[in-house]
């Protein structure tokens, strides 16, 4: 599968239809030829221009942005991320960081959970859209207890999840 840039800074991926090897020469043996028959340890006569000419079919586009791509646009092969999302593949979680997460995760991903984080993590601009008092609230939360963020709900969600029964009060 490979991946490219696109319009808008999305990144379109696709999977490979054709490879074809595209030269001025009308064949390999054309570049051989030579008087001495018979010797194949011989370099080349001529060096022959070529090119590999790729033909993709476009899965996904992040943006939704369905446009061919311009000349030079550099493509490469698709990153694990890349291709779980054109393939319709649900990433389960990336625990980490949300600052280190990198952004065309972020912006397929439609739940978001958080816990108990620090000021410094909470500066960054990934949390910018969240009330300031939940933020302040990431910083002491306790064991246990996570903010989830879903299209679904108009709010964030507090879970408590319940001590293990070997922990519980007697």
């Known amino acids: 599968m490979l991946a490219a840039e696109n319009a808008n800074d999305s990144v379109s991926v696709g999977v490979i239809q054709d490879i074809a090897h595209v030269t001025e020469s009308p064949n390999h043996i ?15 006569a001529t ?14 586009n992040d943006k939704e942005v369905y446009m061919p791509l311009r000349d030079g646009t550099p493509v490469c092969f ?17 625990e980490q960081f949300r600052s280190a997460i990198h952004k065309r995760v972020k912006g397929n991903c439609a739940t978001n959970v ?19 008092n939940i933020n302040s609230i990431m910083t002491r939360l306790p064991k246990g207890e996570l903010i989830v963020q879903h299209p679904l709900f108009r709010g964030l969600l507090k879970i ?9 009060p007697e």
């Open 30 to 44: 054309a570049n051989y030829v030579a008087s001495d028959f018979g010797v194949c340890d011989n370099m080349p």
């Open 47 to 60: 060096n022959r221009l070529g090119t590999v000419y790729v033909t993709a079919e476009v899965l996904n």
């Open 78 to 94: 698709a990153n694990e991320n890349e291709i779980r999302q054109a393939r319709g593949i649900v990433l389960f979680s990336a």
């Open 160 to 168: 408590q999840f319940p001590r293990p029964a070997y922990l519980q």
């Open 114 to 132: 958080y816990e108990r984080t620090n000021g410094v993590e909470i500066a960054t601009g990934d949390y910018r859209y969240l009330p300031k």
